[in-house]
């Protein structure tokens, strides 16, 4: 179960990623979390057709996100 504190911490965490995505052109939302921790995001602009895009998934957000937010399971692109 997602509980407040926790969707808090993962927020703040992609809002830290933000701006390094913006610097290329890119974004990402928060889609939703799922009860078995798996962040859902958005990617959008350059972020959303980039070959790159699942690198930077899973190289960037998700392993940033885990080191942060021991919790989360994975992080999937909507």
């Given amino acids: 179960m997602v509980t407040e504190e926790i969707r808090e911490k ?3 965490v ?5 701006p390094y995505l913006q610097a290329d052109g890119g974004d990402l939302s928060l889609a939703e979390i799922t009860d078995d921790m798996v962040v859902r995001v958005n990617l959008t602009g350059a972020c959303g057709s980039c070959p790159m ?4 998934l899973k190289a960037g957000v998700e392993n ?4 942060q937010v021991p919790e989360v399971r994975s992080v999937e692109a909507v």
Avoid at 14 to 18: S, W, Y
């Fill in 10 to 12: 993962i927020v703040n």
């Fill in 14 to 18: 992609l809002e830290q990623l933000r």
């Fill in 53 to 56: 895009r699942t690198m930077t």
């Fill in 64 to 67: 940033t996100l885990k080191k």
